[in-house]
């Protein structure tokens, strides 16, 4: 109320030469002071804070899992938070294949960013662009508007003291011949929308008269070019459409559908447990679903897809209706001018520390399916290791001096703990047994080199998934909320070859599962603790869980809608 009766009174302050007009502006913490000089027209406005410290200003690119999730936990009280991406809303991705058959509606996975970031104590910034350009030097990333054809400039730039790149990756063709011309994709909820459309049409054209058999066949044959989880669940997701809804639709040409699934591997979903790729497979031969493994997608054309067979080396053509890429992810085209201006342009996506800070460049976070995350390797590091727990400097190790140590190295190089579990090794000391297995109660640096050799074998890249995302994405806005109390009171393991501590703990993921639907109302799912389960009941599973992790309870309640409204009249042919 101050603030406005100054306001007020400032508003009858006059001169002939100019006006002076003084606000005060309490809750920002600051000063405004504009003077507007009547004679030329000229403004200069300054701001001056009362209070000293400036706060530091976040730039966060992309609105993913991992922006999201970021945003989602942030503490904004301290940061001025500014976000950049081409698209206002935030996508379900896991639920996207669903998206392709009508099974789930597109408005039903997406949550708009603005939602989003207006439920949280404080103003963030949105804007609706794209990043051209990220220029470390200068602390300045340089965007693009998405929204054509109005008037005001497209590109401006963006100053910041922190940068969080969460952009994700797009899809990775291997520079595969005629795949950008005549594939579609499954990235983007607009993926979704238009392999919907194809469909459709592939079905509309198939009953049109004058074809022959042979052009039905052609344009009913479908194709997926990935037997990963998106590529899957989209083959199951599919069948369940084309048998479930539009084979009443057009009964003429039921008999002519075809869905064929090409892998590369022996196996499809080889990142899951074998039984769950033993029963995928057992499944998809059941449901009529062709799956042919060892085969190497060489070229696509408008109507057929050219392979070419591992085992044999024989190079087989095969007609489709549609095809659908859908075979892993690379870097998108700024992030890798990026790479290229740090030094990292001979790497294939780009690389973080453990605390997720992009290697040699100050200040830059990069977090999603946009980076990997280069664990150090203890060997790197074992003579200064020996000399933090050699606390008598006697030249050799007792297993008492090492289990002093052992917590921070199993913090710092979390392939410690994996190896132990891995070799069924629930004792530290048996680490130090000779080739005997006669325990030692000391070793020497050249003994514990040896005990610890084969631990980095157990380092393995993260998997590019909305888990993985998310949880770098919570783990970052942690570090930035504690920023001040950490760099006080470091939480982190200890700096073995200096004194101190790290600031925060780094990293670690934790798997909590993962879900391949698998049509006809059954699922797989791979579990903690190595659990698998397979069947109807772990299709409900699903759905409780894809239910609860959804943003809001406004997508919570159309998703489940959605699937209700599935059972009860069956899923949409309109072609919109």
Request: net charge negative; aromatic share 10%.
């Amino acid at each position: 109320m101050r603030g406005f009766s100054y306001l007020k009174k400032a508003l009858h302050i006059r001169s002939s030469c100019s006006r002076l007009l003084v606000v005060s502006c309490i809750s920002s913490g600051g000063l405004l002071v504009y003077a507007e000089n009547v004679d030329n027209n000229e403004k200069i406005v300054e701001r001056s804070r009362l209070d000293s410290k400036k706060r530091k200003k976040i730039v966060v690119l992309g609105t993913g899992w991992a922006g999201t999730s970021f945003l989602k936990d942030m503490d904004i009280s301290s940061y001025d938070v500014e976000v950049v991406s081409p698209r206002n809303y935030f996508a379900f991705t896991p639920l996207l294949p669903s998206v392709t058959c009508g099974t789930v509606e597109a408005r039903s996975v997406v949550e708009p960013v603005r939602n989003i970031i207006k439920k949280r104590s404080g103003e963030i910034q949105f804007w609706e662009a794209e990043c051209l350009k990220i220029d470390p030097e200068n602390h300045q990333v340089i965007c693009r508007s998405t929204v054509e054809n109005l008037v005001g400039e497209n590109d401006f730039s963006l100053e910041y003291d922190h940068l969080v790149v969460a952009v994700g990756a797009q899809v990775n063709t291997f520079n595969t011949p005629g795949v950008v011309e005549h594939c579609h994709f499954l990235k983007e909820v607009e993926d979704a929308q238009k392999i919907r459309r194809t469909v459709i049409d592939c079905f509309e054209k198939a009953v049109l008269p004058g074809l022959s058999d042979e052009e039905r066949r052609t344009n009913l044959h479908f194709v997926i070019v990935g037997g990963g989880p998106t590529g899957v669940e989209f083959a199951a997701e599919l069948h369940d459409f084309v048998h479930e809804d539009l084979v009443k639709l057009y009964p003429s040409v039921k008999d002519l559908v075809k869905i064929t699934v090409i892998q590369s591997g022996d196996h499809i979903l080889n990142t899951f447990d074998e039984r769950i790729s033993c029963f995928a497979e057992t499944k998809f031969q059941r449901d009529g679903i062709e799956v042919l493994t060892g085969c190497r997608v060489v070229r696509v054309s408008e109507h057929s897809v050219n392979m070419k067979v591992k085992s044999t080396g024989e190079y087989v053509v095969v007609p489709h209706g549609m095809v659908v890429w859908s075979t892993g992810v690379g870097t998108r085209p700024f992030v890798r001018d990026f790479m290229e201006e740090i030094g990292q342009g001979k790497r294939w996506i780009l690389a973080t520390d453990e605390w997720l800070r992009v290697k040699d460049c100050p200040d830059v976070y990069a977090i999603g399916d946009c980076t990997t995350v280069d664990q150090r390797k203890i060997m790197e590091d074992i003579s200064t290791i020996f000399e933090a727990a050699d606390t008598d400097r006697s030249g050799t190790l007792t297993i008492e001096e090492f289990q002093d140590v052992l917590e921070d190295i199993i913090i710092r190089y979390p392939q410690v703990e994996l190896y132990l579990k891995s070799n069924h090794l629930f004792q530290v000391t048996e680490l130090f047994k000779d080739s005997e297995g006669n325990e030692r109660e000391e070793v020497d640096i050249e003994g514990f080199k040896l005990a610890l050799s084969h631990v980095d074998s157990q380092m393995k890249s993260l998997p590019a998934t909305a888990q993985v995302a998310a949880q770098q994405g919570s783990y970052l806005a942690g570090c930035f909320n504690r920023w001040e109390q950490c760099n006080a009171n470091p939480e982190g393991p200890r700096l073995f070859g200096s004194a101190g501590r790290h600031a925060f703990r780094p990293f670690t993921y934790r798997h909590l599962g993962q879900f391949a639907p698998l049509g006809g109302s059954k699922a797989a799912a791979e579990l903690p603790g190595d659990w698998v389960s397979m069947g109807r009941s772990t299709q409900w599973l699903w759905y409780s869980v894809y239910a609860s992790k959804q943003v809001s309870w406004r997508t919570r309640i159309l998703v489940v809608w959605d699937w209700t409204r599935r059972y009860i009249f069956g899923r949409d042919s309109s072609r919109i």
